[in-house]
C-alpha cells in the first residue's frame, strides 16, 4: 500500500486475475462515480497517480491500471487482439467490482479503450481520449517498422543503454525523471510493449470509432498535448475530420506524456466532459468556428482548479493583440482548433495555488506570459506551442488556470489595465531591439505604426538615448508620437515610396533598426531605408503574409534579418525591469467592458493608438 501526497483520500495498489494473468494496478476509492485510466505503453499506472490525485479531490473514484507486461505482469501468449486485452482488462475491472464507469486512456490505451467502449457501451458512462492514432493500414505497416522491436538482452548490458537513449529520443526536451519511467518500463516490459504495439497498429480504430459514434451511447471527446507525436504528425487533424462531432481539447506541450506534464489540463477537461460543466461561477468567452471565421460567443462555466504547478487567477483586464485579431479571421493559423478561449494577455490576482507552487500565494498581482513554457535562451517548439489563446488554453474568461512559470509580479503602481498590455505586444518590442537587435543610444530607429507593439517600441528606443523615427499614415499620430519621444515622422501616405526620406532624416546614411510590422506591403522599403549594418526585426503582417527579401542588398550592406516571436519570460521580465527604471507605462488607446467583447475587437481592427483592453471588473 502506498499513500500519494497532496491527495485527500488514500491510493492503493491491487492485483486482479485475469485468462491472461495478473494486472497490476492503482486505486483511489471516493464517493463518487469511477474513472478508469488506461496509460500508454510501456508505463506503470503509477504515471496516473497526479490525475488520481485531483480526480480524487473532486470527489470521483479512480482505478489506474498497468500498461500490458510492465514488471512481468498481465503478458499474454500468442499473438493477442486490441479486442483480447479489452476483454481482459474488463475481467479485471469486474474482479475489482467495477459496474459502470468512465473510461480515460492515453496513446496505447486510447486502443483498447475504443474496443472497450464498443463492447460494452451501455457501461461506459463517457470516454476521453488522448494520444490518437489514426491511419489506414499501408501507413499502420510503415509506422510500425519504424518504431521496431525491444532489443535482445546482452551479456554487455547494452541493451540497457539503447533503450535509454531510445526513449530519450521520444521527448522533445527529455525530463530526467520521465525518461527513467519510459526506459524503466521498456526494460520491464520488451515483450509486452512488442505485442502491444503489435495490436494496436494492426486495429483499425477508424472502424471501431464509427461503431462507437453510430451507436450514439457512449460519449466521446478528445484530449491531446500541442506538441504529441499524433498531433504534430497531422492524426489529429484527421481524426477531427473524419469525426467532426467529437469535442477536441488541446492542452500545453508535452510531448508523450500529457497525464504527467500537463495534469491539471488534461484532468480538468475529463471533469468538466463527465459533468457537463453547468456551472456559471466564472464568465468567459470561447471562438466558435463558422463559415467566415471565428465568432465570439460566451460560455460560462465553474471555476477552474490549479493542479501541480499551476496558479488560478482572477483576471482583472486583458488586452487585444493584431495575432488575436488574425485568430478570427483565419489569418493566424491554429490548426483547427474549435470551442477556445482566445486572448494571451491578461492581469489579475492569485486566488489559489496547486501542490508545489512556491514563488506565488493567493492575493499576489500577476500578469500572464505569452509562453508558459518559455524561462529563456533559445526557443524551443515546446516552448512555441505553449503560447496561449491561438487553439489552446487563452485568458478571456473570469478565472484562468496559468503555470507557475506563466506568470510574473505586477509592478508597483501599476493598474491591472496597463499590466494587461505588456505580455505579447511589450515582449515582442523588447526581443526586436534588446534581445535581437542590440539597441545603443544614438542608433536610428524607423518603426511601422503606432499601435501595441510600435509605441512599446517607440518608447523603449526613446528610454535608451536612441532616436525613434514613426511611420503613419496620420498626421495627427505622428504628432502624437512626437510627444512620447519620437524625433521625427514620416507619413506614408504621402510618401508611398517611404525608404529614401526616411534616409534623409539620416544624413542619407540609413536607419539601424526596422520594426517591421507591415509585411509583404512594406517589406521593400525597410530593407532600403537601413544602412550598413543595419538590423530588421520581422515582426507583424498588417499587409499580409509572404513577401520576397532579396539576398544581395543583405549581403552588400552586411544587413542582419531577425525574425521576432514574442519573447521568453526572462525578456518579459528585464522589460518590466526597464520600464520601472525608466518609469514608463504602456499607452492604452481604449478601455472596454467584458460585455463589449465584440466593440472592442472591431475597435482594434481601426487602427488604435495603443493597446486596447477588456476590463473583467463585475
Known sequence: MTIVKGARKMITKFYAQTEAGQ????????????????????????????????LADAGFSAVALDTPGFGESFLPEGVPRTTDYARWILQALDALGVGNFHLVAHHTGSHFAAEIAASVPDRVRSLTLSGILLAPEDERRKLRADIGYAPPVDAEGTYFAGTYRQMKGLFLDPVPDLVHAEALGALM???????AFDAIFDQDFASVMRRIIDDGRVPVQAVQASDDPLTLNGMLTRFRE????????????????TPERQTGAFTRA??????????????????????????LARADGTIPVPGPGEVLVRVRAVSLNRRDLGVRDLSYPVNGADHFTPLSDAAGDVVAVGSGVTAFKPGDRVMSTFFQNYP?????????????????????????VLAETGVLSIPDGWTYQEAACVPCAGVTAWSALKTLGGLKSGDHVAILGTGGVALFALQIVAASGARPIILSSSADKIDRARKLGAVDGVNYRDHPQWAEPVRKLTGGMGVDHVVELGGVGTLANSIACLGLGGHLALIGALDGFGGQIDAMPLIFSALRVSAVLVGSRQDHQDLLNFMAEHRIKPIIDRVFAFDAADAAYRHAATGPFGKVVITLTE
Do not use: N, Q, W
Request: a positive charge.
Open 189 to 195: 516490459a520488451g515483450r509486452g510493449r512488442d505485442l
Open 376 to 400: 529563456g535562451g533559445r526557443p524551443t517548439l515546446p516552448a512555441v506551442l505553449s503560447s496561449l489563446g491561438a487553439g489552446g488554453s487563452g485568458v478571456f474568461a473570469d478565472h484562468v
Open 242 to 257: 473524419m469525426f467532426p462531432t467529437v469535442p477536441v481539447a488541446i492542452t500545453g506541450p508535452a510531448f508523450l506524456a
Open 270 to 295: 475529463i471533469i468538466s466532459f463527465i459533468t457537463g460543466d453547468k456551472g456559471m461561477d466564472s464568465r468567459r468567452y470561447t471562438l466558435v468556428r463558422g463559415e467566415a471565421g471565428y465568432g
Open 23 to 54: 494486472i497490476h494496478g492503482r486505486r483511489v476509492l471516493g464517493s463518487g462515480e469511477t474513472v478508469v485510466l488506461l496509460h500508454r505503453t510501456p508505463v506503470s499506472s503509477a504515471g496516473f497517480e497526479r490525475v488520481m490525485c485531483m
